[in-house]
T-cell receptor, first 111, second 116 residues
Framework: DAKTTQPNSMESNEEEPVHLPCNHS???????IHWYRQLPSQGPEYVIH???SNVNNRMASLEIAEDRKSSTLILHRATLRDAAVYYC????????????FGAGTTVTVRA | EPEVTQTPSHQVTQMGQEVILRCVPI?????FYWYRQILGQKVEFLVS????????KSEIFDDQFSVERPDGSNFTLKIRSTKLEDSAMYFC??????????????FGAGTRLSVL
């Protein structure tokens, strides 16, 4: 399985942007980049995913490097509710049934 | 918004007892999953299930574990003879489609299993 590397933790102030990096230097040409997060005492929650192009949704933006060896999840204005563990996960088509969670990045948001 | 529901939220059992963890996936979803998270550790995949069959399982999912979709709405995980090391949070998830381009898994809040 292709692996990802994320910082253990990041801190942010409320209403400021948060940039969460993920390195995946061994990514294959067909791997999708998925992001999930896990709020305290809750199950994981889908955030966003992409293949080659940058993606935006109501929760976040995903910027993918041109060589696809890294990506960045951007929370545009962090709120206290965004404090969570964020996981960057590579998924191998066509049918990769499982999500392979690593340790993720623990994001702390200061009021 | 549709959600995955899991019951009970906390299950306490004695070592060696059988437990059944229950999940109601989102109604139009066809693919179902169980994961577990031991306290302080990573979320680990256990099994995926589609069309009344196991699609994939991990090494953790040994003969002590089984899954079933007994009716059109429930999805269960049974642990036949619980061990102390089965103590964990168990998450159920479901997805509408399988193709990676569109596969989004929706998770329940989990069942905390405590084996004494």
């Amino acid at each position: 399985d292709a692996k990802t590397t994320q910082p253990n933790s990041m801190e942010s102030n409320e209403e400021e942007p948060v940039h969460l990096p993920c390195n995946h230097s061994t990514i294959s040409g067909t791997d999708y980049i998925h992001w999930y997060r896990q709020l305290p005492s809750q199950g994981p929650e889908y955030v966003i995913h992409g293949l080659t192009s940058n993606v935006n949704n109501r929760m976040a933006s995903l910027e993918i490097a041109e060589d696809r060896k890294s990506s960045t999840l951007i929370l545009h204005r962090a709120t206290l509710r965004d404090a969570a563990v964020y996981y960057c996960i590579l998924r191998d088509p066509p049918n990769d049934y499982k999500l392979s969670f690593g340790a993720g990045t623990t994001v702390t948001v200061r009021a | 918004e549709p959600e995955v529901t899991q019951t009970p939220s906390h299950q306490v059992t004695q070592m060696g007892q059988e437990v059944i963890l229950r999940c109601v996936p989102i109604s139009n979803h066809l693919y179902f999953y169980w994961y577990r998270q031991i306290l302080g550790q990573k979320v680990e995949f256990l099994v995926s299930f589609y069309n009344n069959e196991i699609s994939e399982k991990s090494e953790i999912f040994d003969d002590q574990f089984s899954v079933e979709r007994p009716d059109g709405s429930n999805f269960t995980l049974k642990i036949r003879s619980t061990k102390l090391e089965d103590s964990a949070m168990y998450f159920c998830a479901s997805s509408e489609v399988l193709q990676i381009a569109k596969n989004i898994q929706y998770f329940g809040a989990g069942t905390r299993l405590s084996v004494l």
